[in-house]
């Protein structure tokens, strides 16, 4: 631990916080930011001359990659409060980013040595065994780093003149032509793509296989659920459909038949499917952990009973101390308490039930987040969240808390448990990493901390920004689909109003018969819910990396084809998701 390591950590989570809310909030996709640090600490440690970085560079890592765990927290819960109407204060994201991260660290540390070490050899990792790789191949070259620079300054220039000056659109429609228009309004089948290298980018990273899985669902709504209710326009009711709806939008009401246009159909009929194939999905991903939740209350009664073996611990065995961490607890649980009451809740007795509620469900989950990223690197934090929020609403209805204040508590609830649950699992990898390269864990579960100070700060300027730039509803709004699935389902729970519930039962029923035939559900269900221009670009990407990683013969060509291929990669995501955030500040300042 040195001031520079500190320094650029720090330095990497404000950046990468602010890149990956951008990027989350409108495509639904949180990039892991973990490779991207890793590289650029590399790189920066070796132009620079600095020589044995490898333990700086894990502190670097392990700093900096707070940004995507706070970022998910975050976005996936509390734009819902813009969405449903209600305000959120810059304290109230802050705080809740904050709190949800801290309780996420000391819920998880009992736990590292089953993972890191009993378990070892026995999970994959394949995000920490993917940075490990880099931090410890990539000591001493200059190349990776440069050309990581080099594709960030292309796709944020990029991004930048195409959102800032609008010197072209950023999203290409068969609108645009004759037959494209015809085809729209008489078949209502349209194709839409965005150009952005970012998008672009994520693609690569995501593969086609998983790319594949999104188009998937999104070809199913847009081109087979769309166009067929569209065939009945002349023979239902637009009124009568948007009753049995429940829509409430000013416009439609003024003008029904607008509802039988592709992108209506899309929104009020294709996403509400999406929501009920993400709940399913987060359902079905809890219950195939069932058993690690168990297993975990065991786990931590030992652990927290402060039982310790025999011998002098190693140094790379070395956690902060149990009673530090029980104080730590002790002090974020208060802190919550006071946070709900002050800021949130009427009276100390609900802030009580809601303090119950986030300590039970983080503690029982956290071990299931961290399962899923050591199993396949990916977290169900969004299906957790959801269950996480439908259990508070009905426990904060029971006690006589509903209407907007209920609204409000729930999902600050939902933030602080969404926060906990992503920050466990993206800390495990961190610690594992550490574990392979020999770091002090005690070190890095210190340092953690900071980091997560200086994401939640960021990423709550950062949201505020977004919401007063672009907002969460309306014409050119951010997509914020797990945001946007929270609101839904809270919405009807809190004020009794009209469900499309048919709705999410067929998505749910869908997600369930895709999951009896081995389909990963999630993804699907993402692709019915993000818009078609997001998803489209995916698959791009996705065909890129395939054919890149594919046309040689040779299998050590097609993994440093691959791994190039990578880096530019995340160079566009990182540069065009910054400049996002510039082009947004620059609106929000008035800037012309």
Not at 284 to 312: D, T, Y
């Amino acid at each position: 631990v040195t001031p520079y390591s500190v320094g650029m950590g720090i330095l990497m989570a404000i950046i990468f916080s602010a890149a990956a809310a951008y990027l989350g909030l409108k495509v639904g996709q949180v990039f892991e930011a973990a490779i991207p640090i890793a590289i650029i600490a590399v790189g920066v440690g070796t132009m620079t001359g600095k020589k044995n970085m490898l333990g700086q560079n894990v502190i670097i890592q392990s700093i900096g990659a707070s940004s995507g765990v706070i970022v998910a927290g975050a976005i996936f819960t509390l734009p819902a409060l813009y969405i449903l109407g209600l305000e959120a204060q810059f304290y109230q994201i802050f705080l809740s980013s904050l709190l949800g991260g801290l309780l996420g660290i000391v819920l998880l540390i009992p736990f590292r040595k089953y993972f890191v070490k009993d378990m070892h050899g026995k999970y994959p990792f394949p995000e920490a065994t993917a940075t490990t790789e880099v931090l410890v191949s990539g000591e001493g070259q200059k190349g990776q780093a440069k050309l990581l620079a080099v594709s960030g300054l292309i796709g944020g220039l990029y991004d930048f003149i195409v959102s800032t000056f609008g010197l072209w659109t950023d999203t290409i429609s068969t609108r645009i032509t004759a037959w494209g228009a015809h085809l729209a309004d008489n078949f209502k089948t349209v194709f839409k793509l965005n150009t952005s290298a970012a998008v672009l980018g994520l693609g690569y990273i995501v593969g086609l296989k998983y790319a594949a899985f999104i188009c998937a669902g999104s070809f199913l709504v847009w081109f087979l659920v769309v166009p067929m209710v569209g065939s009945f326009e002349s023979s239902i009711n637009p009124e009568s459909l948007i009753a049995l709806l429940g829509i409430t939008d000013a416009r439609l009401l003024a003008n029904p038949e607008l509802i039988f246009t592709p992108e209506n159909l899309f929104a009020y009929i294709g996403k509400p499917l999406g929501i009920g194939g993400i709940a399913m999905a987060g359902i079905i991903g809890i219950i195939r952990q069932a058993g690690i939740i168990k297993q975990s209350l065991g786990m931590a009664v030992s652990e927290l009973g402060g039982k310790k073996s025999a011998g002098e611990t190693k140094r790379t065995d070395k956690d902060i101390s149990m009673k530090v961490i029980l104080s730590v607890l002790i002090a974020v649980l208060v802190s919550v308490l006071v946070f709900f009451r002050v800021g949130v809740l009427e009276n100390w007795w609900l802030s009580a039930v809601a303090l119950i509620v986030v300590f039970v469900i983080a503690f029982l989950f956290t071990t299931v987040a961290a399962n899923a990223i050591a199993i396949v690197g990916s977290n169900p934090v969004s299906g957790m969240t959801l269950m996480t929020l439908i259990l508070s609403s009905l426990v904060l209805v029971s006690v006589g808390l509903e209407g907007q204040s209920g609204m409000t508590a729930a999902m600050i609830i939902g933030g602080v448990v969404c926060t906990a649950l992503s920050m466990a699992g993206g800390f495990i990898t961190d610690l594992k990493i550490g574990y392979w390269i020999g770091t002090t864990p005690k070190k890095q579960e210190a340092w953690k901390f900071l980091g997560t100070v200086v994401s939640a700060a960021t990423v709550a300027g950062v949201m505020m920004i977004l919401n007063k730039t672009y907002g969460f509803t309306g014409e050119g709004a951010l997509v914020a689909p797990q945001a946007n699935a929270m609101a839904a389902v809270i919405k009807p729970l809190m004020t009794g109003g009209t469900t499309p519930w048919m709705l999410y039962f067929a998505g749910a029923a869908l997600a369930l018969i895709l999951t009896m035939i081995g389909v990963p559900a999630l993804p699907f269900a993402l692709g019915m819910f993000i818009p078609l221009e997001l998803n489209a670009p995916l698959l791009v990407g996705g065909l890129i990396s395939w054919f890149v990683t594919t046309r040689s013969k040779d299998e050590e060509v097609n993994k440093a084809r691959g791994s190039r291929g990578t880096l530019i990669a995340s160079g566009f995501i990182a540069g065009g998701a910054l400049m996002g955030v510039v082009s947004a500040v620059l609106k929000y300042a008035g800037v012309d």
